[in-house]
């Protein structure tokens, strides 16, 4: 079963600087290819004298982490791409569990790692924790992290489980289950595009697990941060992207009919925290997903309609309204 990780990069000489040395060190047994989105930088330079042995994929546009990573991975013929964003640093012996998990359960299509924030190691990290949920409105979150509230990793999700999503900072997939699931959705351009992919990969019978004895920690934010009202449009409009793909037809109108109403309450908060650029945001979000409203529900046709959540209530309500706040409370 052989391995390339795949990490794809943007003007990202920095980052590339800080934690390519690391992947190549604790790499051995892979491939290891940097995909540049078209960079104005000298991020590919750098790669080319300091790693000859890394290969390096040249997209021709920078098409975001969806279509970046379409583009590039047409291009690798290892058994299983290992997705690293360019702001993770890996540790030793970080591939082997990986691969096992892989070896030990066949239906398994994809392998998220423990990941841990970079700035607080003793922390889990916002974009995955310890694995991916969604309640039934489509809200992502994580063992380890429940919108804003992180937990400190005191080995609690120190296991080998079955989640529903995994991380795109650091998501190991079967080459084969990636095309046959359709690859990334480029309409999404970045954020919560691997949800989707995960979700399709269920839909068809595969598995995601989370293995805890791979470890990695990821800087986060590197592309947008939190404070970024971008990346609040992104989150809104790719999640009803989700659902309008996903769901099955019996829960499609009353469970968007209902995760408007508990958008509209998102945005009258932002505005009350004095956010209006992240208001408008959710406004734009709405406004570009009726837009695409038709080809989404085209796309709905080609994948089979499951339900696979981790939690039949809200986690807006659990959340904000009876004020818990750790993964083990849902």
């Known amino acids: 079963m052989t391995i390339g990780v795949v990490i794809l990069n943007w003007n990202g000489l920095k980052l590339l600087k800080q934690f390519l040395p690391d992947v190549v060190s604790f790499s051995s047994e892979a491939t290891v290819y940097v995909a540049d989105n078209a960079s104005t930088d000298n991020s590919i330079k750098y790669v080319e004298l300091n790693f000859p042995?890394?290969?390096?994929?040249?997209?021709?546009?920078?098409?975001?982490?969806?279509?970046?990573?379409?583009?590039?991975?047409?291009?690798?013929?290892?058994?299983?791409?290992?997705?690293?964003?360019?702001?993770?640093?890996?540790?030793?012996?970080?591939?082997?569990?990986?691969?096992?998990?892989?070896?030990?359960?066949?239906?398994a299509g994809a392998v998220q790692p423990k990941l841990l924030d970079f700035k607080r190691p003793e922390y889990f990290e916002y974009a995955g924790a310890a694995g991916g949920y969604i309640d039934r409105f489509g809200y992502p979150y994580c063992r380890g992290r429940v919108f804003?509230?992180?937990e400190k990793d005191e080995g609690q999700y120190d296991d080998e489980q079955e989640i529903f999503w995994g991380s795109g900072a650091c998501l190991a997939i079967r080459r084969e289950v990636f095309y046959e699931a359709g690859a990334f959705d480029e309409d999404y351009f970045a954020h919560q595009e691997e949800i989707d992919l995960c979700w399709r990969l269920n839909s068809l019978g595969y598995k995601v697990r989370y293995v805890s004895t791979s470890v990695v920690y990821h800087v986060g934010g590197a592309t947008l941060n939190s404070?970024?009202?971008?990346?609040?449009?992104?989150?809104?409009?790719?999640?009803?992207?989700?659902?309008?793909?996903?769901?099955?037809?019996?829960?499609?109108?009353?469970?968007?009919?209902?995760?408007m109403i508990l958008d509209g309450v998102a945005g009258i908060q932002f505005l009350f925290e004095g956010k209006a650029n992240h208001f408008s945001a959710v406004l734009k979000a709405h406004i570009n997903f009726y837009k695409r409203l038709p080809l989404l529900l085209r796309k709905r046709k080609n994948f089979p309609k499951k339900l696979n959540y981790f939690s039949k209530n809200s986690v807006v309500c659990t959340y904000f309204l009876k004020g818990e706040k750790k993964f083990s409370n849902f």
Request: zero cysteines; charged letters at 20%.
């Open 53 to 107: 042995g890394v290969k390096i994929i040249r997209n021709e546009v920078n098409g975001g982490y969806a279509k970046g990573y379409n583009d590039a991975l047409a291009s690798v013929k290892e058994d299983i791409f290992v997705l690293l964003n360019s702001d993770v640093q890996v540790t030793p012996h970080w591939l082997e569990p990986i691969l096992a998990t892989f070896k030990k359960y066949p239906v």
């Open 148 to 150: 804003e509230t992180i």
């Open 227 to 259: 404070m970024n009202p971008q990346k609040t449009f992104y989150n809104f409009r790719n999640s009803l992207y989700n659902l309008i793909k996903n769901l099955p037809s019996h829960q499609l109108i009353w469970v968007i009919f209902l995760r």
